[in-house]
Structures are given as C-alpha cells and as structure tokens.
C-alpha cells in the first residue's frame, strides 16, 4: 500500500514542481521588462492567465540614434531661379507601439513573447543648417517654401532611418536584452506580429 501511495503522489508532486518552476520564470521575465521599459506585461502560463498588465505603456523605446539629412528646393519661373538647400539632424527613436497587449506565455518548452514590430516612434529635431538661400531676380523665396522644405526634414530622417534598418535593429536590440537577463533553460522566443501603424503613433518634430 505505501508503495502505490509513493507512486500515485509523485506525478502530481512533480507538476507542482514544475508549475512553480514555470511561475518564478514568469517572474524573472516581468523584472526583465520592468527593468528595461517600466513595464509590466501580461503573463500567461501554458496560455492561462498568471498575472495581468499593470502599468500601462504605450511605447517602447529600445534604441535612439541621431541621422542627418540634405535636401536642395530649385524653383526656375520665367528664367529667374530660387533655391533653398537645408541641413537637418534630428534624432530618431525606434521601438514598440504597445497599444496592443503585449503578452508573455511561460510553457515547458519554450518562453513565447508576443508584440507588435518594432517602428520608429520620434523624429525629433535637433538642429536645421541653412546651406544655401537664393533669391531670383523676381522668383522670391516666400515663407510657405522654407515652411515645405522645413516639413520635408524630418520625413527623410524617418525615411533614411527605415532604409538603414532601425526598427530591425530594435527588434534584435530587445531580444538581446531579455536574454541577458532571464536566465532559463528553455529558449526565449520572441514573435512580432504585424498590424496597421496608426499616424498618431508617429511622431515627427
């Protein structure tokens, strides 16, 4: 009888064992967050609910790089030529727009954590040099040309950013964190999602 008592307790002690293993991985996952972005996201356990999101966030910002950028207006009316040439810096934040939920699923075998891409989030300016500001003999450079070529500024930056793989690099950037800093024997796996970017989470300035 005491034989079949070992043998029945077992399993069920070894599933508490390793519910709680999975919980305190749960945890070192919200630390990792709330050390890296203040965050505390939602934590599911083999896709249960452990522990809801408490702080909300609505972005992420992993990585801040400063970009620069040119760009030449030339206007020629009846022969007489303008033309504005400008010099931007501006500096480019790229990371996560979570106003989805992002959510983390604890399993035996694998640690999935869920979220959107990453984009850039900021464009802001840090300095406009004019390079070159020249007036036609009757083709005058009027406020609403500086004011387009201004606007025109921190739209390449974004562009130029994109192109040189900033929201990639964030992505990668995150994924690196959270390595270093949850310390499990299952892998750590990280799935973007993709959605519509809304214009309000896209900030130039």
């Not at 500001?133 to 500024?153: K, M, P, T």
């Amino acid at each position: 009888m005491l034989v079949f008592l070992r043998l029945e307790t077992w399993p069920a002690r070894t599933a508490r064992e390793g519910t709680a293993e999975l919980e305190r991985l749960g945890k070192d996952v919200r630390s990792a967050f709330v050390d890296i972005a203040h965050l505390q996201p939602r934590i599911t356990i083999n896709n249960r609910v452990y522990m809801e999101q408490t702080v909300p966030v609505s972005e992420l910002v992993v990585l801040s790089r400063q970009i620069e950028v040119e760009h030449d207006f030339l206007h020629t009316w009846l022969g007489s030529s303008k033309r504005v040439r400008l010099h931007g810096t501006f500096t480019v934040k790229a990371g996560f727009d979570l106003q989805q939920e992002l959510v983390v699923d604890v399993r035996p075998d694998q640690i999935v954590i869920q979220l959107p891409h990453a984009q850039i989030l900021d464009v802001a300016q840090d300095q406009v040099d004019v390079l070159a500001f020249e007036n036609g003999f009757w083709n005058r450079i009027s406020g609403d040309d500086v004011q387009n070529e201004l606007a025109i500024l921190p739209q390449l930056a974004r562009q130029k950013a994109t192109e040189a793989g900033l929201p990639a690099e964030a992505e990668r950037a995150l994924e690196q964190q959270l390595n270093e800093r949850v310390h499990a024997p299952q892998p750590l796996r990280l799935i973007f999602t993709s959605r519509l970017k809304k214009d309000s989470g896209m900030r130039d300035r």
